[in-house]
């Protein structure tokens, strides 16, 4: 099964015409099943007079869950098709979506195939997709000495400020992808004889936006 490294920052939509069908494709990010319900509910409200809503959706998890629907077209026609989209593209927490309205001409399996192989390839190409990348989110407590020094470290290790507070010390959160965070910690014990330690250590799983890195919840739990 392939490894989920990607996952959608915005929504996408694409529409096709093949023989007077029309397949209205949308690309959405999901964190549950729950999500994923919500939203077909929605499409199909919107959609109520359309011969058909296929969709199919990968969730993180380990192994990552996978479902599909051809909703009435036949056998892995529609549904399947589109799950092996996101798999190829190795997208989780991704559900895309296909509404067929009926154009009078049958397509064939093979034709059915290709249609919602292409609009849902639309959708993904409309949307903006990002990679998933392991980080480090670190707490450190400094005193205002060696706070200069050691804010200048985590930007030439090309870490994230979170948060920074003025108290009688000075309290850093920061967010480093997990090979700069070990090349910070290398450099901070470095820089202070090994006396200074970050007070905690989180890994997870985050998104560059606008060049920075960004905590992403993949789980609605």
Do not use: W
């Not at 190829?88 to 559900?95: D, R």
Request: aromatic letters at 6%.
């Amino acid at each position: 099964m392939p490894e989920c490294r990607y996952t959608l920052l915005r929504s996408g939509r694409a529409e096709l015409e093949e023989k007077k069908s029309r397949f209205l494709a949308q690309s959405f990010f999901v964190r549950s099943e729950a999500e994923v319900a919500e939203i077909l509910t929605a499409v199909r409200k919107e959609h109520y007079d359309a011969r058909h809503v296929c969709s199919a959706y990968v969730l993180f998890g380990n192994p990552p869950l996978e479902k599909s629907s051809d909703d009435g077209e036949p056998a892995k026609t529609a549904g399947l098709p589109m799950l092996d989209l996101l798999r190829a593209a190795s997208l989780c927490n991704t559900l895309v979506t296909v509404t067929r309205y009926f154009g009078g001409i049958k397509l064939g399996t093979g034709g059915l195939v290709r249609a919602y192989t292409a609009a849902a390839k639309g959708a993904l190409e409309q949307a903006v997709i990002a990679e998933l990348l392991p980080a480090v989110r670190l707490s450190l407590t400094v005193d205002y000495g060696l706070y200069g020094k050691v804010s200048r470290l985590a930007e030439d290790c090309a870490g994230t400020v979170l948060s920074l507070d003025f108290l009688a010390e000075v309290s850093l959160c920061l967010l480093f992808r997990a090979e700069d965070s070990a090349r910070f910690l290398a450099a901070l014990t470095e820089l202070s004889g090994g006396s200074l330690t970050p007070d905690s250590a989180e890994t997870l799983t985050c998104v560059e936006r606008d060049g920075k890195l960004t905590p992403i919840q993949l789980s609605a739990c």
